[in-house]
């Protein structure tokens, strides 16, 4: 059996322009905007969209983001990017990817509520490119190409949201088309083959929110919200297997890109066979509403583990809440069958960081990295631009409320910050004890 | 305290913990007929009633609704 080796090949970006044709040559991608416009705004959801570039740290506000998605597409090997939406469910992770770096897809707009309550609300959001926020986040760096729609009434969000996905999804796989004829940067080779020499054993818990209309994640297409531990290769992630599809929880919602660029995946691959020997990721969503049902997850990451020879596990969050205890309990599994652990987290330290920091912990969690207070009020200063709305829409449960972000403003939580304290360690934030 | 995560209640400090339905509705089952939720409630409410009765020494889950 050979391993699945997949070639990654990356197209540097050093700069994006409006132009005549779509097309990549010599570091600049040229983007024809009708022909962008035209792509992204055909499915019935939407009634059209503005296609805007922003740059890297640029002083701009990006309000009411649904997703951010590097662009790629397979050049080499079966099956296509983004299966089981874009393209069909077969294989993919092995053969040739190419990918655009230094440029990504932004979809946004104000989704209709129609009505919405609790959690199944489209929340708005905001991001920006320059100032404090910009540490935040790992978008700062990149061109952003901003896909602005207007909706369709008639449409529910189950339309919405699907509209959505798959417009982020079609233009960025027909922006990094254009770098098929292009040499590319870099390409590198990956797989998990085991290595020569005897390494530590490491298995990553990939743990995703998904819980409904706009808090969704998937796998080759198809909804998590019931999902059981699973096994994913890292190639996989690399060729879009994994999406987002959400518009709550902001400040630690993964988006696509986070999927397809995951920090932890990159460095587990980038030392595989140097340092350890990865051995994959099992992947599993929290949330679940029963205690048992929380346990049955602990207890299935441990036995992946465990079957998978780890002597070590990595695990971070998917959204925030009572998906802890998902994670924790399998913490103390894992540990109890002499499988190290660590975990990656943000933390629910109320506004001075002083209070209680994870909503439940079993003792055996004794190695913990944070990435940062979600309850930290986070001051951005006025933008020179909004790239969107000049209001964006809270507080749901009275109708909503516009909060102008034109200014400056403060955010009392960072909810509302795209990416503020995402929980697989982008941005420049975090804490140390004190 | 009634909830469907008995032992995080625990861990946090309540002392007599009485096991819920689900995270969205601790006190009712929004799948059951009127007649068949109102009975768990009610059931609910006496379990609570009666651990409060009970003599404990340290933090205890009660079975509530099962």
Known sequence: MSAKTLELGTFDVADVAFGDRTAFAGGKLTIARDEIATLA????????????????HESVRIPQITDVIEPRAKSGGTGGVFPGLLSAVEPVGSGRTDRLRGVAVVTSGPVPWLGAKGLFVPHDSVLDMAGPGADLQPYANLHLVVLRFTFKDGVDHEGYERGLLLAGEKVARALALTARDAAPSSVEHRDLSRPAAALPRIVYAYQVQSQGVFMRSRLYGRVLDELQPTLVHPNELADGALTAGGLGGHGVKLHTWMHQNN????????????????????????????????????????????????????????????NVTEVMLAIQECERRGIKTVLITWEHAGPDGSDYPLPFAVPEAVAIVSTGNLDEPLALPKMDRVAGDQAIRVRPEIGGVPYPIDTAITLERRTFYAGAANPIGFGRSGSVES | MITALGPVAADLGANRVIRGVKIPHPCGDPTLEPAGDHALRIGLVRAALGALGEKIDKATLFRGAS
């Open chain 1, 41 to 56: 705004s055909s499915d019935p959801a939407f009634a059209g969209v503005e296609v805007m570039l922003v740059r890297p």
């Open chain 1, 263 to 322: 920090a932890v995946v990159e460095h587990l691959v980038a030392a595989h066979g140097k340092r350890w020997d990865f051995a994959g990721i099992v992947l599993h969503r929290g949330h679940f509403y029963l205690y048992e049902d929380k346990q049955r997850v602990g207890l299935r990451i441990a036995e992946s583990a465990t079957l998978l020879g780890a002597n070590g596990v990595v695990f971070t969050l998917g959204g925030a809440g009572n």
